[in-house]
C-alpha cells in the first residue's frame, strides 16, 4: 500500500541464539536456508529494536516475502518465533498461525474472448487497449452469452444515503455498465455521500460485489483517470496476468461471470451507439432519483479459459491476555508479505525487500506487542500480521470472514501499513479523516506529543479503501488508518514531501526498497509510540468507539452492539 507521506507529496531478544519454531506443526515446508541473528529486544519502543526487525524482515534471505513462496513462510514462521520469544500467546486455539488458502486464476489470453456487440456484430475490443477482464470464479471455463447491457450509473446500494442506483431495474443475466468512485465525486456541493471524498462505494472491489449480488451475468467499469486516481496503465499492469484470490470451491463465493475494466473512449463509442449522451448520462448518475438506462442494440458475450492453483499462506497472530476483561480485544494489524522475486538481466536486482512496504508495519506490530507484555492491560491485544496484502488484501480479508474473535468482542483496531523512515513531524495525517471515535483519541494522544491530525491530502481517491483495515471495517469493527505527517520539524512541509515524492518515484514497489543504517528513525520512533498510546487508552478503558454518525459502517457497527 502507498504510505500516507508518499499520498501527500504526490498530491501537493531473548539471549542470542536460534529460538525453536513458535509452532511446528503448523509449520509449512521452506526451502530458503536464511537462519537470521536473534538479538535481544526491550519493551520500550526503541530505534534499535525497529532497525533489527526491519532489517531482518528486509534481507535478501526472504526473498521479498511473496505470500506463498518458500522466502515468505519463512518469513511468516520467523514472525511467529519472534512472538514467542516476546512472550505473546497464540492467538488461534494454540497456534500462532491461521492458515489461508489462496486461489491463483490464469487467464489464457491466447483461447479467451470477452466482446462487446452492437446489433449482433462485434466491436472487437482489443485486450489491453479498450478493456481489460477476468473471471474470479473457480471454474476452467466461463461463458457469457448475448447478455444486454444496462448503464447503473454508480453502481451503488446505500440505505443509509438513501440511494440505490438498482431501483427498479432487474439485471439477472445481463451487463452492467457504471463508473468508477460514487456519486459525491462528481456533486460534491450537492450534499451526497462523503462530498467530494470516497467513500467505500466509490471502490471498485464493492462495484463487483454488488453487481454479482444482484445477479448481473458480467460487468464493465468505466475507467475515468480523475475518479480512479490512477491511469489505464495501472488497470493494464495490475489486473493483466495471474490474479490471487481466497480458495473457494467451485461454485462457492458470489461472482459475477466476467469482471472488466473499459477506457473512457470506448464507454463514450458504447454510448453513442446505443443513442445515449454520454456526458448527460453521468451527471445524471450523481443526481438523487437516477435510474438505470438499457444501453439498447449492445450485448456481450466471451468465454474464459483458465488455469488455476492453489497455494497456501497464512496470517500470524499473537495475543496479550487482558488482566480484567480478556474477552474484550483492541487489534493491530499489519501486513508482513511483500512482492516477492522477479526476474531480471544477470546483474540486476530482482528481490523486492519491501523495507518500508511493509516490514516496517510489521517491525511496528511486534514493537507494540512487546511493550503491552511489560505493561499488561485490561483488555486483550490481539497482534495480526496478515498475508497476501498486495494481492488484494487477501489475508486481511480471510480474517474478516473468519476471526478469531467475534466483531462483538472486538473493540477495534489499528492498522500499520509502511512507516517512513524521517524526521519527527508536527502533523499526524489520518487516512479516512471523519470516520469513527478512534480518531478522538489519535487526537488526545497527539495532542500530548505536541502534534495536530489532518486528513489525508487526497480524499477523493480513498486511500482508506486500499489498506487491510478495510477488510475488518467492511464487517463493521472500527478501524483507525495514521501515519506520521509531512509538516517535519526540521525542514517542514518541504522536506516532508520530498522524501515522500522521491521513494514514490524511486522505491515504492521496486527493487530499491531496501533497509538502509543511514535511515532517520526518529519520527518513525514516535509515530509507533503515538500509535502504541493510542492503543494503551483503548486497552485500559470501558470504552466502546464507534463510527461516526453517517458512516456507511455505522449500522453494522450498532448491530453488533445491540445486546
Not at 23 to 47: G, K, L, Q, R, Y
Not at 375 to 392: D, F, K, Q
Not at 518 to 545: F, H, I, K
Request: hydrophobic letters at 40%; glycine letters at 12%; a negative charge.
Amino acid at each position: 500500500m502507498r504510505n500516507l507521506v508518499i499520498a501527500a507529496a504526490l498530491s501537493g531478544l531473548a539471549l542470542a541464539g536460534c529460538s525453536q519454531p513458535a509452532d511446528e506443526t503448523a509449520t509449512i515446508a521452506t526451502t530458503t536456508a536464511f537462519e537470521p541473528a536473534v538479538m535481544a529486544t526491550s519493551a520500550e519502543i526503541n530505534e534499535a529494536d525497529l532497525r533489527y526487525r526491519i532489517s531482518t524482515l528486509a534481507d535478501d534471505g526472504f526473498e521479498g516475502r511473496a505470500p506463498a513462496a518458500p522466502g515468505g513462510i519463512a518469513a511468516s514462521q520467523w514472525i511467529a518465533d519472534e512472538m514467542a520469544r516476546i512472550g505473546l500467546e497464540p492467538g488461534n486455539q494454540g497456534s500462532y498461525f491461521q492458515p489461508v488458502s489462496l486461489l491463483e486464476i490464469t487467464l489464457d489470453t491466447a483461447r479467451s474472448a470477452f466482446d462487446v456487440f452492437f446489433n449482433g456484430e462485434p466491436l472487437d475490443l482489443a485486450m489491453g487497449d479498450d478493456v481489460v477482464y477476468w473471471t474470479k470464479r473457480n471454474q476452467p471455463e466461463v461463458s457469457v452469452d448475448a447478455s444486454d447491457l444496462v448503464f447503473v450509473g454508480y453502481g451503488v446500494v446505500a440505505p443509509e444515503y438513501g440511494w440505490d442506483d438498482y431501483a427498479g431495474v432487474d439485471v439477472t443475466g445481463r451487463t452492467v455498465v457504471m463508473l468508477i468512485n460514487d456519486p459525491g465525486f462528481t456533486n460534491p456541493d450537492g450534499g451526497i455521500f462523503n462530498g467530494s471524498a470516497m467513500t467505500y462505494y466509490g471502490r471498485w472491489t464493492y462495484k463487483y460485489e454488488e453487481a454479482a449480488r444482484q445477479g448481473a451475468a458480467a460487468v464493465i467499469l468505466i475507467h475515468q483517470t480523475a475518479p480512479a486516481s490512477y491511469g489505464w496503465n495501472v488497470i493494464t499492469g495490475s489486473w493483466s496476468g495471474s490474479r490471487l484470490s481466497l480458495a473457494r470451491e467451485p461454485g462457492e463465493g458470489t461472482f459475477a461471470g466476467v469482471e472488466s475494466w473499459v477506457t473512457e473512449d470506448v464507454a463514450r463509442h458504447l454510448f453513442e451507439l446505443s443513442g445515449l449522451d454520454f456526458n448527460t448520462l453521468t451527471a445524471s448518475a450523481a443526481q438523487p432519483g437516477f435510474t438505470a438506462v438499457p444501453m439498447t442494440g449492445l450485448s456481450s458475450a466471451g468465454t474464459l479459459y483458465n488455469t488455476t492453483q492453489t497455494m497456501d499462506s497464512r496470517n500470524v497472530v499473537g495475543v496479550v491476555p487482558g488482566t480484567e476483561r480478556p474477552d474484550e480485544y483492541v487489534l493491530y494489524t499489519g501486513h508482513w508479505d511483500h512482492i516477492g522475486i522477479r526476474d531480471v538481466p544477470d546483474g540486476e536486482d530482482g528481490i523486492y525487500n519491501g523495507a518500508v512496504d511493509n516490514a516496517s508495519g510489521t517491525a511496528a506490530i511486534l514493537e507494540i506487542g512487546q511493550a503491552f507484555i511489560a505493561n499488561p492491560p485490561e483488555r486483550s491485544v490481539m497482534i495480526l500480521a496478515v498475508t497476501a496484502e498486495e494481492s488484494g488484501l487477501l489475508g486481511s480479508a480471510y480474517y474478516g470472514e473468519h476471526p478469531l474473535v467475534p466483531y462483538s468482542q472486538t473493540v477495534g483496531g489499528i492498522n500499520i501499513d509502511a512507516i517512513m523512515p524521517k524526521g519527527r513531524s508536527r502533523d499526524v495525517i489520518v487516512v479516512g479523516y471523519g470516520a469513527s471515535e478512534l480518531e478522538d483519541i489519535l487526537t488526545e494522544e497527539a495532542a500530548a506529543q505536541n502534534r495536530y491530525i489532518v486528513p489525508d491530502p487526497n480524499p477523493e481517491a480513498g486511500y482508506f479503501y486500499r489498506s487491510d483495515h478495510i477488510s475488518l471495517a467492511k464487517h463493521g469493527l472500527p478501524m483507525l488508518y495514521a501515519d506520521g505527517g509531512i509538516d517535519l520539524i526540521e525542514g517542514g512541509r518541504e522536506a516532508g514531501e520530498a522524501i515522500g515524492a522521491d521513494y514514490g518515484a524511486n522505491r515504492y514497489h521496486g527493487p530499491a526498497d531496501e533497509y538502509s543504517v543511514d535511515w532517520q528513525m526518529d519520527g518513525m520512533v514516535e509515530d509507533v509510540t503515538l500509535l502504541y498510546n493510542v492503543g494503551a487508552r483503548l486497552a485500559n478503558s470501558d470504552a466502546w468507539p464507534n463510527w461516526y454518525e453517517g458512516n456507511e459502517f455505522r449500522a453494522l457497527r450498532d448491530a453488533q452492539r445491540t445486546p
